[in-house]
């Protein structure tokens, strides 16, 4: 690793590429953030990094990117190829039996390999392990020799039960290995040694099918940074939030699919912990759309498993986050039945909302804001626009919203910000009440350049406790990229029962899964002060179909967890008493899954670095006043230059804040607080 401390957090967005810098030796950081180049990504990264300063003297960098994301919602990735167990050619078709309208008579999911690109082969392990029918090695390299004259850029091999041996699923990798003409193979045994046969096939289909796109990515990234004399390290953010090697994306890239919001949640949960609030709901609203995730005692609540788009699964740890099409460049429309629409389709950075002038006409999110007068149209955020043109918004939320609905062009503005706020709100019910949270014991936190825009009418719509802003929310996910831990994740199935377990063998394979997660972890470069080794169980009574995540009260040692019998089963009945509020008496239990997890932690982010200068003042930060609509009427609104306001400044709504990295509104009714950290605490006034 560089002998230079800085750190650069960087996140790709739909519309804005957003930076943080952290001089770990001198405490200092610098923040930035310019347009995304959507198509080209890595000239959005590298112009966002040389507004930083020199390339070359960066010590690390960590990223968090959507292009992952990107790929599979867009279905922009190459044809991959499926070598498969015979009879097995359409799991990836055939899903779980589910449909996109569970009441509609017909739909319309594409796998994400076609059928003539699924080729089956001759063999059969079964689900104890026992090889009744080895692999046809010949067969293998045909397939594989077809599959690439059909095309195919990328090869994925998933053989039935190879999670319980992958003896057969071994021979065919190194088969095709031979044959195939890159890199871009991928094992279900090395991508999710788990039983859940359909889950297994998805996660390993997808994983084949971002490899081509992250390893290009990856390598165009890595080739400008070596180009610009920058000889650190470079690390991606994790859907789970931990921080992963460039070498480990390019192997194993479905970990990366939400990678940036993840990013975000990390650093949401550390500065709302430094404030005093253990208990958040996070809102990040970029360009494209809002994302929402809950924080309860100050953890980030992971998923073992999520679905990006229907049918496509992902069975691998990810910080749960809802996410709906509601971001800043979210087209608003009037449909057939005569209601307004927020989203999902958005502009994103081209062309942009219509304020921008890049040749969008239908009016945005965004666009709304700035006709409202919330957005300051004479000072843009992302430094690329001089300012932006209110005109033009005007005209075209008259012609596609106003003028539909019948109403005035004002009216449609606000409007439009209403469906967008009860969309939100929507979401964050989904993620607290219908989850058995109550929302009023939590506080929101708005990040992204359009968070903090709609946290009054989150506050009052969801009736959460009050609202934590960051000192910069703009850039949030990035800061996240700077503190986030490295994090690797493996699982095995075991499927045995606790009565008559073999407690020794588990242990053997827990200090064996222990030793090759660190050993992942130690080979990343990136340093940190510990690694600690987690390990989890996923349990249920005899009978029942899903399971519940125990995690085991027992360290890593030189050759034993530790692991008895009886510390499985009380933390099996904690957990599961915990979840459902009772146990179940004299029923068998049952260990499906063994998950690992190895953490480096980093040393903790001093977050007084944020609190707000000595030079700060109410005088240095009043920047007069402008009218703002807000409830179908004019408000004479005072402006406040937010990154000027002292410690305990109060501001009574209503009230804009701005700063070059995003805008705070603060409704009639509420106010803020700037706590000792430069937090704004919005809450309703007394």
Same mark, same amino acid.
Request: hydrophobic content about 45%; glycine content about 12%; charged content about 20%.
């Given at each position: 690793?560089?002998?230079?401390?800085?750190?650069v957090?960087?996140?790709?967005?739909?519309?804005?590429?957003?930076?943080?810098?952290?001089?770990?030796?001198?405490r200092?950081?610098k923040?930035?953030?310019?347009?995304s180049?959507?198509?080209?990504?890595?000239?959005?990264f590298?112009?966002?990094?040389e507004?930083?300063?020199?390339?070359?003297?960066f010590?690390?960098?960590?990223?968090?990117?959507?292009?992952g994301t990107?790929?599979?919602?867009e279905?922009?990735g190459?044809?991959?190829?499926?070598?498969?167990?015979?009879?097995f050619?359409?799991v990836?078709?055939?899903?779980r039996r589910?449909r996109?309208?569970?009441w509609?008579l017909?739909?319309?999911?594409? $796998?994400?390999?076609?059928?003539d690109?699924r080729?089956?082969?001759?063999?059969?392990?079964?689900?104890?392990?026992?090889?009744?029918?080895?692999?046809?090695?010949?067969?293998?390299?045909?397939a594989?020799?077809?599959?690439?004259?059909?095309?195919?850029?990328?090869?994925?091999?998933?053989?039935?039960n190879?999670?319980?041996?992958?003896?057969n699923?071994?021979?065919?990798?190194?088969?095709?290995?031979?044959?195939?003409?890159?890199?871009?193979?991928?094992?279900?045994?090395?991508?999710?040694?788990?039983?859940?046969?359909?889950?297994?096939?998805?996660?390993?289909?997808?994983?084949?099918?971002?490899?081509p796109?992250v390893?290009?990515?990856?390598?165009?990234?890595?080739?400008?940074?070596?180009?610009?004399?920058?000889?650190?390290?470079f690390?991606?953010?994790q859907?789970?939030?931990g921080?992963m090697?460039?070498?480990?994306?390019?192997?194993?890239p479905?970990?990366?699919?939400?990678?940036? $919001?993840?990013?975000?949640?990390?650093?949401?949960?550390?500065?709302?912990?430094?404030a005093?609030?253990e208990?958040?709901?996070?809102?990040?609203?970029?360009?494209t759309?809002?994302?929402?995730?809950?924080v309860?005692?100050?953890?980030?609540?992971l998923?073992?498993?999520?679905?990006?788009?229907f049918?496509?699964v992902?069975?691998? $740890?990810?910080?749960?986050?809802?996410?709906i099409?509601?971001?800043?460049?979210?087209?608003a429309?009037?449909?057939?039945?005569?209601l307004?629409?927020?989203?999902?389709?958005?502009?994103?950075?081209?062309?942009?909302?219509?304020?921008?002038?890049?040749g969008?006409?239908?009016?945005t999110?965004?666009?709304?804001?700035?006709?409202?007068?919330?957005?300051?149209?004479?000072?843009?955020?992302?430094?690329?626009l001089?300012a932006?043109?209110?005109?033009a918004?005007?005209?075209?939320?008259?012609k596609?919203?106003?003028?539909?609905?019948k109403?005035?062009?004002m009216?449609a503005?606000?409007?439009?910000?209403?469906? !967008?706020?009860?969309? @939100?709100?929507?979401?964050?019910?989904?993620?607290?009440?219908?989850?058995g949270?109550?929302?009023?014991k939590f !506080?929101? @936190?708005p990040?992204g350049?359009?968070?903090?825009?709609?946290?009054?009418?989150l506050i009052?719509?969801?009736?959460l406790?009050?609202?934590?802003?960051?000192?910069?929310p703009?850039?949030?996910?990035?800061?996240g990229?700077?503190?986030?831990?490295?994090?690797?994740?493996?699982?095995?199935?075991?499927n045995?029962?606790?009565?008559?377990?073999?407690?020794?063998?588990l242990?053997?394979? @827990?200090?064996?899964?222990?030793?090759?997660a660190?050993?992942?972890?130690?080979?990343?470069?990136i340093?940190?002060?510990?690694?600690?080794?987690?390990f989890e169980?996923?349990?249920?009574?005899?009978?029942?179909?899903?399971t519940?995540?125990?995690?085991?009260?027992?360290?890593?040692?030189?050759?034993?967890?530790?692991?008895?019998a009886?510390?499985?089963?009380?933390?099996f009945?904690?957990?599961?008493e915990? !979840?459902?509020?009772?146990?179940?008496?004299?029923?068998?239990t049952?260990?499906?899954?063994?998950r690992?997890?190895?953490?480096?932690?980093?040393?903790a982010?001093?977050?007084?670095?944020?609190?707000?200068?000595?030079?700060?003042?109410?005088d240095?930060?009043?920047k007069?006043?402008?009218?703002?609509?807000?409830?179908?009427?004019?408000?004479?609104?005072k402006?406040?230059?937010?990154?000027?306001?002292?410690?305990?400044a109060v501001?009574?709504?209503?009230?804009?804040?701005?700063? $070059?990295?995003?805008?705070?509104?603060?409704?009639p009714?509420l106010?803020?607080?700037?706590?000792?950290?430069g937090?704004?605490i919005?809450?309703r006034?007394?």
């Amino acid at each position: 690793m560089s002998a230079n401390k800085s750190i650069v957090g960087v996140d790709v967005g739909g519309t804005f590429t957003d930076l943080f810098l952290f001089d770990e030796a001198a405490r200092t950081f610098k923040t930035a953030k310019v347009p995304s180049n959507r198509g080209n990504e890595a000239a959005g990264f590298m112009q966002g990094l040389e507004a930083l300063g020199k390339v070359a003297d960066f010590g690390s960098i960590v990223h968090g990117t959507t292009v992952g994301t990107n790929m599979l919602l867009e279905r922009k990735g190459p044809r991959i190829g499926v070598i498969t167990t015979r009879g097995f050619r359409d799991v990836l078709e055939m899903r779980r039996r589910d449909r996109r309208q569970t009441w509609g008579l017909w739909g319309d999911f594409t $796998p994400i390999a076609d059928r003539d690109l699924r080729v089956e082969v001759d063999e059969r392990t079964l689900a104890d392990g026992t090889i009744r029918t080895a692999v046809d090695v010949a067969a293998v390299r045909a397939a594989a020799e077809d599959l690439k004259a059909r095309g195919a850029e990328a090869l994925a091999i998933i053989f039935i039960n190879a999670y319980a041996n992958a003896d057969n699923e071994r021979l065919a990798l190194e088969a095709a290995k031979a044959v195939w003409h890159n890199e871009h193979v991928s094992a279900s045994h090395q991508v999710l040694p788990e039983i859940r046969e359909f889950e297994r096939a998805s996660t390993t289909g997808l994983n084949a099918y971002l490899q081509p796109g992250v390893a290009d990515y990856l390598g165009r990234l890595e080739s400008a940074l070596g180009s610009n004399g920058f000889n650190g390290t470079f690390h991606i953010v994790q859907s789970n939030g931990g921080v992963m090697s460039t070498a480990t994306a390019r192997r194993l890239p479905v970990r990366t699919a939400l990678s940036g $919001p993840a990013a975000g949640v990390i650093a949401a949960a550390a500065v709302a912990a430094a404030a005093g609030y253990e208990d958040i709901i996070t809102g990040d609203l970029g360009g494209t759309s809002f994302d929402v995730s809950l924080v309860a005692g100050g953890k980030a609540s992971l998923a073992a498993q999520t679905t990006i788009d229907f049918g496509m699964v992902i069975r691998t $740890p990810m910080i749960e986050i809802t996410t709906i099409g509601a971001g800043g460049g979210s087209i608003a429309w009037v449909d057939r039945g005569g209601l307004l629409q927020v989203g999902p389709e958005s502009a994103g950075s081209v062309p942009g909302p219509v304020c921008y002038g890049q040749g969008n006409e239908r009016p945005t999110l965004t666009d709304a804001h700035v006709v409202l007068g919330r957005i300051n149209a004479a000072r843009p955020i992302g430094g690329k626009l001089a300012a932006l043109d209110v005109e033009a918004a005007k005209r075209a939320i008259a012609k596609h919203v106003a003028e539909p609905l019948k109403i005035d062009v004002m009216q449609a503005a606000e409007a439009i910000v209403r469906v !967008a706020d009860a969309r @939100m709100a929507g979401a964050i019910r989904l993620v607290s009440i219908e989850r058995g949270h109550d929302p009023a014991k939590f !506080a929101a @936190m708005p990040f992204g350049g359009g968070g903090a825009l709609h946290v009054g009418a989150l506050i009052k719509e969801v009736g959460l406790k009050c609202a934590v802003v960051p000192r910069f929310p703009g850039v949030t996910s990035a800061l996240g990229c700077v503190i986030a831990d490295l994090r690797h994740d493996q699982v095995q199935t075991l499927n045995v029962m606790v009565d008559g377990l073999d407690i020794a063998a588990l242990d053997q394979r @827990m200090v064996t899964a222990g030793q090759e997660a660190k050993a992942v972890v130690d080979a990343a470069g990136i340093a940190v002060e510990r690694i600690d080794v987690l390990f989890e169980l996923d349990m249920h009574y005899l009978g029942q179909t899903h399971t519940v995540a125990v995690p085991l009260p027992v360290t890593l040692g030189a050759g034993s967890t530790g692991v008895t019998a009886a510390t499985i089963l009380a933390a099996f009945d904690k957990t599961y008493e915990a !979840a459902f509020g009772r146990l179940l008496p004299g029923i068998p239990t049952r260990i499906v899954s063994l998950r690992t997890a190895a953490v480096g932690r980093r040393p903790a982010f001093d977050l007084s670095a944020f609190a707000p200068g000595a030079d700060a003042s109410l005088d240095k930060a009043a920047k007069g006043s402008r009218q703002i609509f807000h409830g179908d009427a004019w408000h004479d609104t005072k402006i406040w230059s937010r990154l000027d306001l002292p410690a305990g400044a109060v501001i009574e709504g209503p009230a804009v804040l701005e700063q $070059p990295d995003a805008t705070i509104f603060v409704d009639p009714g509420l106010r803020g607080r700037v706590d000792a950290l430069g937090n704004i605490i919005v809450e309703r006034s007394a």
